[in-house]
């Protein structure tokens, strides 16, 4: 038969080890208490002894200061008066007409505008892309286009008139997270 020696719980006073050992008396920082106040009051005499050092410095000149006669006392705590301002910038500026050259091409569209959003492999998936577009409420329309690299169903939106007006419908796809459209100038 085993027994478990190391989780035994000691029965009581009377038990054999149980002496207790007493704990070593608690020392007093005696020296640690003398050093705080002694710090403590040098820095009060130190605080004292520089009470009167700060008066202005004509307080403590020896000889008298020879003052010119004047008809009315200032108020010493009176502002200098208001420098003059030298800059004229605001003048300027304000006369100032700016005058921009905008080209006429700049002013006309550069034609229709498409956006495409995705070319597939399959029919379905792009007839699928188109349905999503349908519920954001734009239509889009599939075109069958054949390259060198085989046959392609391209999703595509607009014509548009204005970039803008693409940019717009581009705006409110990305809103449900189809971020690949992209905006092109229409080709038949």
């Not at 006392?73 to 004229?88: I, S, V």
């Not at 070319?119 to 599939?142: D, T």
């Not at 014509?159 to 038949?188: T, V, Y």
């Amino acid at each position: 038969m085993s027994r478990d020696y190391a989780n035994r719980k000691p029965r009581g006073p009377a038990s054999r080890g149980s002496r207790k050992k007493s704990a070593p008396p608690a020392r007093k920082p005696w020296l640690l208490i003398a050093i705080v106040v002694a710090a403590v009051a040098a820095f009060g005499y130190f605080l004292w002894s520089i009470k009167g050092s700060a008066e202005a410095p004509e307080a403590k000149q020896t000889e008298p200061k020879i003052q010119a006669a004047s008809p009315a006392k200032k108020d010493p705590n009176a502002l200098p008066p208001m420098p003059k301002e030298e800059w004229t910038y605001l003048e300027e500026l304000e006369k100032k007409q700016v005058e921009v050259d905008v080209p006429d091409d700049a002013m006309k569209s550069a034609g229709p505008y498409q956006m495409q959003c995705g070319s597939f492999r399959k029919q379905e998936q792009a007839e699928e892309m188109k349905a999503v577009i349908a519920f954001q409420g734009l239509e889009a329309q599939v075109r069958r286009v054949e390259g060198s690299s085989g046959v392609w169903f391209k999703v595509v939106l607009g014509p548009f008139e204005r970039k803008r007006d693409g940019e717009k419908a581009k705006h409110k796809l990305q809103s449900i997270g189809m971020n690949g459209c992209r905006i092109w100038l229409w080709q038949n």
